[in-house]
């Protein structure tokens, strides 16, 4: 019957994360012994105030519809984040809180996209952007970085790849799947470029802003130039290993968030009642309530890019946020591993799941083919572990 499906549906690409991570539990109840390494989700317990403001929304009969955009307290809690953390002076009409930063995204996309509109994504960019775009019948612009540039897009790579259809620059700093965490200076240097062409809008996806081992995010509309140019999207997911409670939000002008508040009335309406208040105990909450788990993380980043670099055929940079690293492994390409060739980062990546048990996710879906990401969001035990049969296997 797929006949039946609309173009739309039948032309999106499925999540490789998400995919990747149903393959490795499909293996699991045939009794293999995989390690997943493939999404990237704390695994850590929300700290316990968070669950206190839960439980006390619960008794306190926060089960209506909630508003559209949020509720204004949470929207008061979002204002003083943005103020403190970034330097960003956003009003209550300017905020938007959705369902998880996938649908911020998913909202602006829809709202500023037409069909044809160009949209630069610097590669690797985070798995749904393509799609995304595709989906809001917008044309993806991927500019490929490498390894020797930190994955990083140039002032010039910016510049060579505007046209007079480009709309919008989307990017994550820090960045998914990279690690990459772009610095004042390379932001300014982008902002220069971007002075020149005034009808060009950004989105700067900075979830993982508070798991940053530079310790110094950076955002682009803390720039004057861009303030009003840019759509500033982030949420609890990652920094407070909320994934499951779906709560992101976007700072925007006026305009973008008035239509985004208009679009996501058709769709969804507002976001998880419960999830909204237990967000506000979140966001109040001080990062240094957190920073053990930023700790945790660097520990782990260091200890999972030593290990890979005692692999012949890996390459690597030393990424400064986030909780990925995404080794270059195009030496392996035309390889006879097993009695399997080694095409592609795909073919790479399956090769790692039937041979080794362990999930990555392949570059492919990330706009980079020859890299795969690998999640360090898993414990010690489980990276060295990991990172030992993928080394045997090879």
Same mark, same amino acid.
């Given at each position: 019957?797929?006949? =039946? ?10 999540? %490789? ?11 699991? *109840?045939?009794? +293999? ?6 999404? #990237? ?9 968070? +669950?206190?403001?839960?439980? @006390? ?21 979002? !204002? ?18 959705? *369902? #998880? ?24 960019? $985070? ?17 490929? *970085? ?5 994955? +990083? ?7 060579a790849a505007i046209t007079p259809r480009t709309k919008m620059l989307w990017f994550s700093s820090p960045c998914n799947p990279s690690g990459s965490v772009y610095s004042e200076d390379e932001l300014y240097a982008l902002v220069q470029i971007l002075k ?13 802003? =508070? ?5 110094? =995010?950076?955002?682009?509309?803390? /720039? ?10 982030? #949420?609890?997911?990652? %920094?407070?290993?909320?994934?499951? $409670?779906?709560? #992101? ?5 006026? $305009? ?9 009335? @058709? ?14 105990? %979140?966001? @109040? *909450?001080?990062?240094? @309530?957190?920073? /053990? ?11 999972i890019v030593a290990l890979l670099r005692e692999i012949d055929g890996f390459k690597l940079n030393v990424p400064e946020g986030a909780f990925y690293v995404f080794p270059d492994i195009s030496d392996f390409f035309g390889r006879n591993l097993k009695g399997? !060739? ?23 879906? /990330? ?20 990172? /030992? ?6």
């Amino acid at each position: 019957m797929t006949q =039946h499906l609309s173009q739309r549906i039948t032309s999106m690409s499925t999540s %490789a994360t998400l995919a990747m991570a149903a393959k490795a539990k499909e293996l699991r *109840t045939q009794g +293999k012994d995989i390690i997943s390494l493939s999404l #990237g989700e704390p695994d850590f317990n929300i700290l316990d105030p968070i +669950k206190d403001a839960a439980k @006390q929304a619960i008794d306190d009969n926060y089960s209506s519809y909630s508003p559209v955009d949020g509720y204004e307290e949470l929207k008061r809690a979002i !204002i003083d984040k943005f103020k403190n953390d970034n330097y960003l002076n956003y009003k209550s009409n300017q905020i938007v809180v959705s *369902t #998880g930063a996938k649908q911020s995204l998913a909202n602006v996309a829809m709202v500023m996209l037409d069909r044809g509109d160009e949209v630069i994504l610097p590669a690797p960019y $985070w798995v749904s952007y393509n799609d995304i775009v595709k989906l809001a019948e917008g044309v993806p612009i991927v500019v490929p *970085t490498s390894i020797e540039s930190d994955f +990083k897009i140039t002032p010039s790579q910016l510049e060579a790849a505007i046209t007079p259809r480009t709309k919008m620059l989307w990017f994550s700093s820090p960045c998914n799947p990279s690690g990459s965490v772009y610095s004042e200076d390379e932001l300014y240097a982008l902002v220069q470029i971007l002075k020149k062409y005034p009808n060009i809008f950004i989105v700067s996806d900075e979830i993982y802003e =508070h798991i940053n081992f530079r310790g110094n =995010h950076v955002s682009i509309a803390a /720039f004057d130039e861009m303030f009003d140019r840019t759509i500033t999207v982030n #949420g609890v997911s990652k %920094a407070f290993a909320m994934t499951g $409670w779906r709560i #992101g939000f976007i700072g925007a002008p006026e $305009w973008v968030a008035k239509a985004c508040t208009k679009f996501q009335g @058709q769709i969804t309406s507002g976001a998880n009642s419960i999830a909204q208040r237990a967000t506000i105990s %979140a966001l @109040q *909450t001080p990062i240094s @309530q957190i920073q /053990f788990m930023i700790d945790e993380f660097r520990k782990r980043r260091d200890i999972i890019v030593a290990l890979l670099r005692e692999i012949d055929g890996f390459k690597l940079n030393v990424p400064e946020g986030a909780f990925y690293v995404f080794p270059d492994i195009s030496d392996f390409f035309g390889r006879n591993l097993k009695g399997t !060739i080694i095409n592609n980062a795909s073919d790479f990546a399956l090769f790692l799941l039937e041979n080794a048990n362990v999930a990555t996710v392949s570059g492919d879906a /990330f706009g980079s083919p020859n890299c795969i990401r690998i999640s360090y969001s898993a414990s010690e035990k489980t990276i060295r572990e990991a990172i /030992f049969r993928i080394k045997e296997v090879l």
